[in-house]
Antibody, heavy 120, light 105 residues
Framework: EVQLVQSGAEVKKPGESLKISCKGS????????IAWVRQVPGKGLEWMGS????????TYSQAFHGQVTMSADKSVSTVFLQWTSLEASDTAIYFC?????????????WGQGTLVTVSS | SSELTQPPSVSVSPGQTATITCSGD??????AYWYQQRPGQAPVLVLY???ERPPGIPERFSGFSSGTIVRLIISEVQAEDEADYYC????????FGGGTKLTVL
């Protein structure tokens, strides 16, 4: 099992930038695809995209492509999700999750979530 | 289409069996996963490869797959099973169903 620890809650204004993080423990982290999942309060789960920390290969959902940037620093087992200009509609909880080979690449381990609030 | 469709809600009395259905064309070719999300918590994987249980998931959780439909079956439902349940399929892109709220009456 890999533990995923996400950065703390953020309160931002529209137009501001933001970078949140997800740090993994255990050797499997960097050799696993890590997904970002958005959950607007009271709504369902939305896959945003995934990143492979070993080489920073990324794949984005069409809905989020160009809206956010995923990156990784494998030396510290951390992946990041970044916005250059936040909007109120970005208010949500953001989860990182690891695709585990032992469960046929389902999302086996999840971070605790980072609440991002965007309000003027 | 890559969409997955779930009923918004399912209600069941304690001790009975709850069945949550997920349908979508992608399920004919790709394996399905199911997640349980209790209020205020991160999701938890409860089934993978349509019918397999990860370690620690009770045997009461089982799955069924046929063509473009998969089902999550929870036998002998307990109060603690009250949660939102999401199906998911994945190839290079991941897709979630809209979620089903399971209410234990």
């Amino acid at each position: 099992e890999v533990q995923l620890v996400q950065s703390g809650a953020e309160v931002k204004k529209p137009g501001e930038s933001l970078k949140i993080s997800c740090k993994g423990s255990g050797s499997s982290f960097s050799t696993s695809w890590i997904a970002w999942v958005r959950q607007v309060p009271g709504k369902g789960l939305e896959w945003m995209g995934s990143i492979y920390p070993v080489d920073s290969d990324t794949t984005y959902s069409q809905a989020f492509h160009g809206q956010v940037t995923m990156s990784a620093d494998k030396s510290v087992s951390t992946v990041f999700l970044q916005w250059t200009s936040l909007e109120a509609s970005d208010t949500a909880i953001y989860f990182c999750a690891r695709r585990g080979a032992a469960v046929a690449y389902g999302l086996q381990d999840w971070g605790q979530g980072t609440l991002v609030t965007v309000s003027s | 289409s890559s969409e997955l469709t779930q009923p918004p809600s399912v209600s069941v009395s304690p001790g009975q069996t709850a069945t949550i259905t997920c349908s979508g064309d992608t399920l004919a070719k790709q394996t399905a996963y199911w997640y349980q999300q209790r209020p205020g918590q991160a999701p938890v994987l409860v089934l993978y490869k349509d019918i397999e249980r990860p370690p620690g998931i009770p045997e009461r959780f089982s799955g069924f797959s046929s063509g473009t439909i998969v089902r999550l079956i929870i036998s002998e439902v307990q109060a603690e099973d009250e949660a939102d349940y999401y199906c998911q399929s994945a190839d290079r892109h991941t897709v979630f169903g809209g979620g089903t709220k399971l209410t234990v009456l």
